[in-house]
């Protein structure tokens, strides 16, 4: 039988640098394993994006008109097919496909005026692809993006007082230039229900979304949001949220908003309690959807809340 062949004991060094190896590699899990719980956790106060949180750091919390904000990061909207630096055609058709929501300066120049975009540019001062994202509230919208003030406010909206602009902010609506400026404390992205739902929102995707927040915050639920996310292959999915002041109370709404939402988004998306899971005091579901442009139509244009009755 040939002789062993086994190595050579390991010298003190070699075994100390051994476990240093082992230990790093074992540091290196961990800090995956935590990356991973942090960014898929939809149910913590937190970052729902650096879009969406430098924009809601502009509206006052305690607005009226700010109880339901619609806001699109328009860069990831773009990335999924959303077309608004061309012809009319191709902004309608991959609306349509993306489900994407335009913004309220888009939507009332290019959807409502068919404004081309050569047009909307002159009447604005902006380029469509100026805008990296939008918050839009009952009465206002603010934008940032990369503009030029100087050609804004020579623009005929800025001259009709409903446009203004920095810098990187872009105002529009009936107090443009009040949502220029940052506000300091009390602003929406202080607002704990505004953060988690929207925070449980952008952790799983959407791009596109709508948070409404119940005028008290001792009503059940207290927030509620809807968006559109990703494609999975061909396939897009609305994610809905409800937020609850305890996970009991979550579990326990969960029939009750099944049933409230089958009655606004009926004929859309097919609602069942069982498809609605808790997570901590939210309560989750993800739907697929064929028809993406019709996420926010019964909430934007037919008037419906995702809050139910009593508690908006």
């Known amino acids: 039988r040939p002789p062993s062949r086994r190595p050579p004991a390991a010298g003190a060094d070699e075994i100390a640098r051994r476990r240093r190896v082992v230990a790093f590699g074992a540091g290196a899990v961990v800090v995956l394993i935590v990356i ?5 956790s939809g149910g913590g106060g937190g970052g729902f994006g650096r879009c969406f949180d430098d924009l809601a750091h502009q509206v006052p919390a305690g607005d009226p008109a700010g109880l339901r904000v619609v806001a699109s990061d328009l860069r990831q909207a773009r990335s999924e097919g959303y077309v608004d630096g061309g012809t009319l055609e191709e902004l309608g058709s991959s609306r349509l496909a993306t489900g994407t929501y335009p913004g309220d300066l888009a939507r009332r120049l290019r959807f409502e005026q068919l404004y081309d975009t050569a047009t909307f ?3 604005t001062g902006v380029a469509p692809s100026d805008i990296a994202c939008s918050l839009t509230t009952r009465t206002n919208e603010v934008s940032s993006g990369s503009f030029n003030p100087n050609a804004v406010r020579a623009s005929s909206l800025a001259g009709r007082g409903q446009l203004a602009a920095t810098g990187d902010r872009l105002g529009f609506g009936n107090q443009p230039a009040a949502l220029l400026t940052r506000v300091d404390r009390g602003s929406l992205a202080d607002d704990e229900r505004f953060r988690d739902v929207a925070g449980a929102l952008r952790s799983r995707g959407a791009y596109s979304i709508v948070v409404e927040r119940a005028p008290r915050a001792d009503q059940a639920p207290n927030a509620a949001g809807a968006g559109i996310t990703k494609a999975i292959g061909d396939q897009r999915q609305v994610m809905l949220v ?3 002041g305890d996970d009991k109370a979550a579990e ?3 029939r009750a908003m099944a049933d409230h939402l089958g ?3 009926q004929g859309v998306l097919a609602i069942s309690p069982d498809a609605l899971t808790t997570h901590g005091r ?10 993406p442009e019709r996420w926010y139509a019964p909430l934007l244009d037919g008037n419906k809340n995702l809050l139910p009755p009593g508690a908006n």
């Open 282 to 291: 939210l309560l989750l579901g993800l739907f697929p959807i064929k028809e």
């Open 121 to 123: 540019t002159s009447r």
């Open 263 to 265: 009655s606004v988004y």
């Open 242 to 244: 409800w937020r609850f």
């Open 36 to 40: 991973v719980v942090i960014t898929t």
């Open 252 to 254: 326990a709404g969960r």
